[in-house]
């Protein structure tokens, strides 16, 4: 992936949203070259087998020590993102968790953001407010919370913060000012 010419190096950004947060962690924990990793209202453990991913159904992942990400070995720059109404699952809970296991480990490589009135889905700026829909895993519809305007409100500022995060702890702005290019 390093030697890819889209990758400007040294090290490699992940951004993630749902169920691929705990993807993203676990490639940040135990791969190298990561140099920053964006997780948009993502798990901090692996979902247990036979559980389906909604609201109040992913037990606090503390209680399942095996199930834990272990985010404290990772060397990169985390910016956790979370909705206060997200209903596909506590995403705050744990973006703060996150927080604290690195905090334990003495690391302050991490930003949380948390977007109040947001739902489940924070994507790319003009993306459509998508309050429910066909669970992939239940195959049944259900909510996934938030209010429109908080949402576009939270994409456009997330997408300022995302490119931000990644010039600051990927390099791309040193590079790109010692190639000449602005």
């Given at each position: 992936?390093?030697?890819?010419?889209?990758?400007?190096g040294p090290g490699v950004g992940i951004i993630s949203i749902s169920h691929s947060g705990g993807h993203a962690l676990?490639?940040?924990?135990?791969?190298?070259?990561?140099?920053?990793?964006?997780?948009?209202?993502?798990?901090?453990?692996?979902?247990?087998?036979?559980l389906f991913i909604t609201h109040d159904t992913v037990p606090d992942p503390e209680q399942y020590k095996a199930s834990?990400?272990?985010?404290?070995?990772?060397?990169?720059?985390?910016?956790?993102?979370?909705?206060?109404?997200?209903?596909?699952w506590t995403s705050v809970f744990f973006a703060k968790q996150a927080v604290s296991i690195l905090k334990r480990h003495?690391?302050?490589?991490?930003?949380?953001?948390?977007?109040?009135?947001?739902?489940?889905?924070?994507?790319?700026?003009?993306?459509?407010?998508?309050?429910?829909?066909?669970?992939?895993?239940?195959?049944?519809?259900?909510?996934?919370?938030?209010?429109?305007?908080?949402?576009?409100?939270?994409?456009?500022?997330?997408?300022?913060?995302?490119?931000?995060?990644?010039?600051?702890?990927?390099?791309?702005?040193?590079?790109?000012?010692?190639?000449?290019?602005?």
């Amino acid at each position: 992936i390093l030697s890819s010419a889209q990758v400007k190096g040294p090290g490699v950004g992940i951004i993630s949203i749902s169920h691929s947060g705990g993807h993203a962690l676990a490639i940040s924990s135990f791969l190298d070259h990561v140099s920053a990793t964006v997780c948009i209202n993502a798990c901090t453990a692996n979902t247990l087998s036979g559980l389906f991913i909604t609201h109040d159904t992913v037990p606090d992942p503390e209680q399942y020590k095996a199930s834990l990400i272990p985010i404290e070995r990772a060397t990169c720059q985390f910016l956790f993102v979370a909705s206060e109404e997200d209903y596909n699952w506590t995403s705050v809970f744990f973006a703060k968790q996150a927080v604290s296991i690195l905090k334990r480990h003495n690391k302050h490589s991490y930003s949380l953001v948390l977007y109040p009135k947001a739902g489940h889905f924070i994507e790319v700026p003009h993306m459509p407010f998508c309050p429910s829909s066909v669970h992939a895993a239940l195959g049944k519809a259900v909510a996934f919370g938030g209010e429109p305007k908080a949402n576009a409100e939270a994409q456009m500022d997330l997408w300022e913060r995302v490119q931000r995060f990644f010039k600051s702890h990927l390099g791309v702005e040193s590079t790109q000012n010692q190639s000449g290019n602005e």
